[in-house]
């Protein structure tokens, strides 16, 4: 039973464009989220999170939506660049000191 | 400031073999995770510590899987014996406090492990 889903396994958007990764989940209980990339031959790394107190929360290019009533959270990319291309997980916590569950992931390749 | 370390980073062993890795967490860290990320899947946590105790292991295969963390710092996780199915992706990461969504985790660049 799959609690976080990516469904889309690959995005393909043009330099400067808005790359739109989404994600669902079925758990009522996670109340935090975060958005990792990852790049081959490395490791994932934390990019951006929100809590299920906000709607939305803005890190420079980077944006993360929750809808909660939709259980949906979606990771804004705007303009995009080619060195964004990486995978992106999405993960998902039910708060204090529970664990992280994540997606399979989204392939994103910008093109110049 | 240094990462998280972790040795070797790739590995090929014939089913039924043994093997271990090795994790040095970021300086300080309380808490160490290992993961298994298999190809097309995301990570999947197998255990985690706080200090040198497991805070979590419900995941671990124990029938043949093993980790531990000496004295709270670095952490080694066997497999013995290894299948088929144990190919994967063994990602280490490491954080502050006492673990959690809020508690940002640092990946190491994880072992690849290929059983043939």
């Known amino acids: 039973d799959q609690q976080v889903k990516q469904n889309s396994p690959s995005l393909s958007v043009q330099e400067g464009r808005i790359s739109i990764l989404n994600c669902d989940y079925t758990n009522s209980m996670f109340d935090y989220f975060l958005w990792y990339k990852k790049y081959p031959a490395e490791g994932p790394t934390f990019l951006i999170s929100?809590?299920?107190?906000?709607d939305k929360n803005e890190d420079g290019r980077f944006t993360v939506f929750l809808n909660k009533s939709a259980k949906h959270l979606s990771l804004h990319i705007v303009p995009s660049q080619p060195g964004d291309s990486a995978v992106y997980f999405c993960?998902?916590?039910?708060?204090?000191?529970?664990?992280?569950?994540f997606g399979k992931g989204t392939m994103l390749l910008v093109s110049p | 400031e240094a990462g998280v370390a972790q040795s070797p980073r790739y590995k090929i062993i014939e089913k039924r073999q043994s093997v271990a890795f090795w994790c040095n967490p970021i300086s300080g860290h309380a808490t160490l995770y290992w993961y298994q990320q298999i190809l097309g899947q995301g990570p999947k946590l197998l255990i985690q510590?706080?200090?040198?105790?497991?805070?979590?292991d419900s995941q671990l295969p124990k029938d043949r899987f093993s980790a531990e963390r000496l004295k709270g710092v670095d952490s080694t996780l066997k497999i013995q014996p290894a299948k088929l199915e144990d190919s994967a992706v063994y990602l280490c990461a490491s954080s502050w406090a006492g673990g959690g969504g809020t508690d940002t985790q640092y990946f190491g660049p994880g072992t690849r492990l290929t059983v043939l």
């Open positions: 929100i809590s299920s107190i906000k």
């Open positions: 993960a998902a916590s039910a708060g204090g000191y529970s664990t992280l569950t």
């Open positions: 510590f706080q200090n040198n105790g497991v805070v979590d």
